[in-house]
């Protein structure tokens, strides 16, 4: 994008809709429309994700979410809040990867290899499954599919290596030149507020650190996680490729600043089986947000000695007591039930991966368990 508005071939403020087909809607806030920076900034207002109902395969929700699915989404969705606000959106950032790439008329991936990958010298970097050294992805110590992106590739379908990667970043700091270095540089300029100590420019996250600035990014797909950063007075760089769903954020961020804390391995604590059984159930969503339909709920059954859940029809997900009312998965879910006056549980909360929270009340404890 930043190589496109240096080439004079979009404006930052150009709504993204004149670049598309008339046949196809983008959604806008009281005739407010969503342009490029609004995109690259996550303060387009659009969901963290979009509506992915009833895939082909559960285990590989996005796989089959193709062009047409996705714009006849954002033709049926309806923004509820004022652009402006950061809000970090993978629908807005694989959105900006397909308009960038409608505009060159080539594929994520020609566009991926020529614009960047080509002239960089990076050769084990691609959106494809192809290279006999990509790792398996793993949830805890089970080995889950590879997700891919379709239509939103953009917002985290490329696979690569620690080499290429820290090349990338050497490029990033100008410490090997590039013909793409003023590109790279707009994009690292800030333009958000994030939040009250870190700001957002074209993708990057920006946090000052003692004097020095430091630019990163992180994220995952499923059995996946990643971090990049570099610092930009001391020229200091890391990557992390992690093949499980356990975060990297704060040994990135680590390495920056050893004040910062690293988060400990959670480990199961034994509970009585009764304190088991008695969250077993079906728990309607109370708590709706844009990436969770009014009618969804969250469904957990006994699974050995821990917990199995899931949301409505989606894949089940294990969970293990670390007190006897919280449980966590290895996808970072935490899990907290409540009791009300009688003792009995009645009330579910969950804190999903990337932010998202929901709730939920028992609607029945007939669900089965599964030995």
Known sequence: MADLILKRKVKPDDPIEIYISDSLKIPSYKGSKITFIDLATHTSGLPRMPDFSNPKDANNPVADFTDEKLYRFLGNYHLT??????????????????????????????????VICKPLGMHETSTLNTSPYLTTPHIGTTAVSHTDLASITGAGGIRSNAEDMLRYLKFQMDVNPSSLLAAMKLTQHPLHDADRNMKIGMGWHIVPNDGD??????GGTTGYRTFAGFSLRSKRAIVILNNSAKTTDDLGMYYFNQNIPIESIKKPVPIPLEQLKDKIGVYKVTTVNDAIKSDSEIQIKQQGDHLAGRLTSG???SFFPESESQFFSHMEH???FSRNTDGKIQIIRVR?????????????NTFPLLR
């Open 81 to 114: 809040r004022a652009k402006g606000k950061y809000e970090y959106s993978n629908l807005g950032v694989g959105l900006l990867g397909n308009i960038v790439s409608r505009i060159h008329g080539k594929t994520y991936e020609d566009l991926l290899q020529n």
């Open 213 to 218: 600035t430091i630019v990163w990014h992180s």
């Open 315 to 317: 894949p089940w997900v």
């Open 334 to 336: 935490v899990i907290t």
């Open 352 to 364: 999903m991966p990337f932010g998202l929270e929901i709730s939920g009340t028992k609607r029945n």
